[in-house]
């Protein structure tokens, strides 16, 4: 069973930064599109943005040049960075393939708050 573990989360203040790190024991994982979600309070799970197998990349337009996703095939982990952070960023984030979802990890909390 693939397992997706999410970390780096935290309280920040607004316009701060943070880097989300998500490992997948799944040995496919270098050819894998792979996706950062967030879902905050009260409100349904959004694709923020992908990363494929050539490290091609798309991003939500809320997050567009705030957000980078990176991945390293060697470590099965992809990251999320996360500059100049808004109050509306506050959210729990996963990974997950994209497509065929695995079965979600626990997320990491992010909280934008001054």
């Known amino acids: 069973q693939v397992q997706l573990v999410e970390s780096g989360g935290g309280l920040v203040q607004p316009g701060g930064s943070l880097r989300l790190s998500c490992v997948a024991s799944?040995?496919?994982?270098?050819?894998?599109?792979m996706g950062w979600y967030r879902q905050a309070p009260g409100k349904e799970r959004e694709l923020v943005g992908t990363?494929?197998?050539?490290?091609?990349?798309n991003y939500a337009d809320s997050v567009k040049g705030r957000f980078s996703i990176s991945r390293d095939n060697g470590k099965n982990t992809v990251y999320l960075q996360m500059n100049s952070l808004k109050p509306e960023d506050t959210a729990v984030y996963y990974c997950?393939?994209?497509?065929?979802?695995?079965?979600w990890g626990q997320g990491t909390l992010v909280t934008v708050s001054s």
């Open positions: 990363i494929n197998s050539v490290g091609n990349q």
């Open positions: 799944v040995s496919i994982f270098r050819i894998l599109t």
């Open positions: 997950n393939r994209v497509g065929n979802l695995y079965l």
